[in-house]
């Protein structure tokens, strides 16, 4: 049987319509509908600015109850949660990961508060 999953509801995402980083809230009608969510499930996240909608997979979101008590450092063989902040030792800096790039789960995008944002590799 598959586990239940609930992600964070409320993400700061970079909106790839609005091309910077918005308030996103998750569009319920999913789990609403009835149907079972699980990890492998997709969910649709609503821009707060543009109103449109952006997918993304279960695996990428961290579950509400499952929020890491550590930052962890960066690393390209680890995998990473949307709205996670990471450390990065080149950087010398904490970031916050906030998308992946569409159709390429091994790239995520980081935003840091000197360097910007920037594509990092993950499960290397
Ligand atoms: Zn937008």
Redesign the pocket.
């Known amino acids: 049987m598959p586990t239940l999953f609930t992600p964070v509801e409320n993400l700061n995402l970079y ?6 980083i ?1 308030a ?1 809230q998750l569009d319920r009608s999913i789990a609403e509908a009835g149907k079972t969510v699980d990890k492998k499930s997709t969910f649709e996240f609503c ?6 909608t ?1 997918c993304f997979n279960g695996n990428d979101l961290m579950a509400v109850d499952d929020i890491p008590e550590d930052t962890r450092e960066y690393s390209p063989k680890e995998h990473f949660f949307l709205g996670e902040e990471i450390f990065h030792k080149k950087f010398k800096e904490k970031g916050v990961v906030v998308g992946n790039e569409s159709g390429n789960s091994n790239r995520i995008l980081v935003q840091f508060e000197k360097a910007g944002v920037v594509k990092l590799i993950q499960d290397l």
């Open positions: 909106c790839r319509f609005c091309k910077k918005t996103m821009c707060s600015k543009c109103l449109k952006v």
